[in-house]
């Protein structure tokens, strides 16, 4: 069974960075791409970035395109999402899923398998 892995998530002011990783166990990582997503208290979950497998395609959420980059690992089994310029509104929970579809990268129905989910605060 698959399991992903999130961290790299805490607190941080505004204009500030982090970087998030969410290692990969228990399946051919570099068979699939990968997404970021996030949710913040009372709200949906929203996508946030996305990247196919060979890492030669990444595609952005409105919100973060221009401050956040995706990036993958394929040795490792690790994928990376880069936040920089953070903005109170960044603040939420930040997910790693897995897609086996290779496609419809900002559908939360195209990934099967989601991590734990790791906090990411952003004040102003």
């Known amino acids: 069974q698959v399991q992903l892995v999130e961290s790299g998530g805490g607190l941080v002011q505004a204009g500030g960075s982090l970087r998030l990783s969410c290692a990969a166990s228990g399946r051919t990582f570099s068979s699939y791409a990968m997404g970021w997503f996030r949710q913040a208290p009372g709200k949906e979950r929203e996508f946030v970035a996305a990247?196919?497998?060979?890492?030669?395609?990444?595609y952005y959420g409105d919100s973060v395109r221009g401050r956040f980059t995706i990036s993958r690992d394929n040795a490792k089994n690790t994928v990376y999402l880069q936040m920089n310029s953070l903005k109170p509104e960044d603040t939420a929970v930040y997910y790693c899923a897995c897609n086996p579809y290779g496609s419809s990268f900002n559908w939360a129905s195209s990934y099967d398998v989601w991590g734990q989910g790791t906090q990411v605060t952003v004040s102003s």
């Open positions: 990247i196919n497998q060979s890492g030669d395609f990444t």
